[in-house]
């Protein structure tokens, strides 16, 4: 018996941005595996076993699925937004390479789904429409001097950034130093989105001038795009449109 | 009369990565304009014209668009991947603010896609699983010094890094002096993706260390993925998995 694991992105909530391929992979399986509130997307059916697990919890939630999978069960760990940024893929990995050998001979696959950041800049524009990077910042993956110098370098190679996991509830003051180290490096008052449940009822878009953002304008479910120096403002009397032209000198 | 302008991504290639929130408006389109072969993608149908435009003229593409849209259409603009990187949503764009004010008043949407960057890394398993940048290589969007500083400085950052456009036609010794650039700048054998044709029939995904690496490995089809030092490589049997772990130091 063969099973499998699929490792399938959500996309970032409204289920009109989950591609076809990841709704076969759910139709398929056997088991789901995920985050609470992503599982709870996945209606029930006989044959499938949900196994909603909490936050902070990825690398037993991989090994897991990595053992079902090798009993025979169609396992898919489910992620939003994208599997490979942020998200379980990584995990899964690590798990793999730490775990036993015959891990290595499991099929195993990677769905792609739509990204938070790219999501968000869709509602905003096109920001991310020339160069950019893309930065977690979530509160325990590094030391904060990593944060920084990668924030210093970032502007200088003038990159439009997006950021995700802005602002954490163990360490809130992460986000108050970024947005600090942005205001001094950036001489221009470029724009910063702020783009919160994208794609969700409840979405908010707001763009805001650097020097007037503040740390509390985001939270764990904002994820923040911050323009380059060549990010250019179109006023339409309605919302904005923020974009980066594809050429820049 | 009120038309709509969307600009809409159709993925990597495969149709099973088209959202279906773009499949609803590929449907309701009265009018569908992109380069030859994304047009080709759609089928015909009573009600729809199909506006098949060459390579290089994405302006006088975007302001056909957006005149279809302000007399009464609705028109679709079909790019690959996500239309907000290195696609037509920046073009577009370009051409509102650049283009009579009843413009801006249109009702202009973009939809998101997967890009091929993320298709590719889902192939290889998660080289973007942390931080990372995206830098189009095309010849004519920007100067080769401001490529060189803007590699040398992601180096520094130790970014993942995906590569669009790497080769073109009239200008390939760009993405020659790039290798070169890495090659040099980091000191580390790092693995480089070459991912070409992702999700189509004929896709075929190579990883190369670094120093192996040469620039006819990568065409313009052909999107390219260098780790950063943290980067990994599982050896499977088949095809190595390629991550990056979550954490770093």
Same mark, same amino acid.
């Given at each position: ?13 409204? @289920?009109?941005? &989950?591609? +076809?391929?990841? *709704?076969?992979? =759910? !139709?398929? $399986? ?76 499991? @099929?195993?696959? &990677?769905? +792609?789904?739509? *990204?938070?950041? =790219? !999501?968000? $800049? ?87 001038? =650097? ?39």
């Amino acid at each position: 018996m063969t099973g499998s694991l699929v490792i399938a992105g959500l996309g970032p909530g409204n @289920d009109a941005l &989950v591609t +076809p391929e990841v *709704t076969v992979a =759910l !139709a398929r $399986a056997t088991d789901i595996v995920g985050y609470i509130p992503y599982v709870a997307r996945i209606p029930a059916r006989p044959g499938l076993t949900l196994h909603p697990t909490d936050n902070r919890v990825e690398l037993d939630r991989s090994r897991h699925a990595l053992e079902m999978a090798s009993t025979g069960r169609h396992v898919v760990v489910v992620s939003s937004g994208d599997p490979g940024v942020f998200a379980m893929a990584a995990a899964v990995f690590e798990a793999v390479e730490a775990g036993p050998n015959e891990w290595r001979a499991l @099929d195993i696959r &990677v769905l +792609p789904g739509i *990204t938070a950041m =790219l !999501a968000a $800049a869709a509602r905003a524009g096109a920001p991310l429409g020339h160069d950019f990077c893309t930065i977690n910042l979530s509160d325990n993956l590094k030391p904060w001097a990593v944060i920084e110098n990668r924030l210093r370098l970032a502007v200088q190679a003038d990159f439009a950034m997006a950021f995700y996991n802005p602002r954490s509830k163990s360490r809130p003051e992460g986000f108050v130093r970024t947005l600090e180290v942005l205001k001094e490096a950036c001489a221009d008052n470029r724009p910063v989105i702020f783009a919160r449940n994208v794609s969700r009822p409840d979405e908010t878009i707001n763009v805001v001038p =650097l020097q007037d953002t503040q740390a509390d304008m985001a939270d764990m479910r904002t994820v923040v795009i911050l323009g380059s120096s060549q990010t250019r403002i179109i006023e339409t009397g309605a919302a904005p449109i923020v974009y980066t032209p594809r050429f820049s000198s």
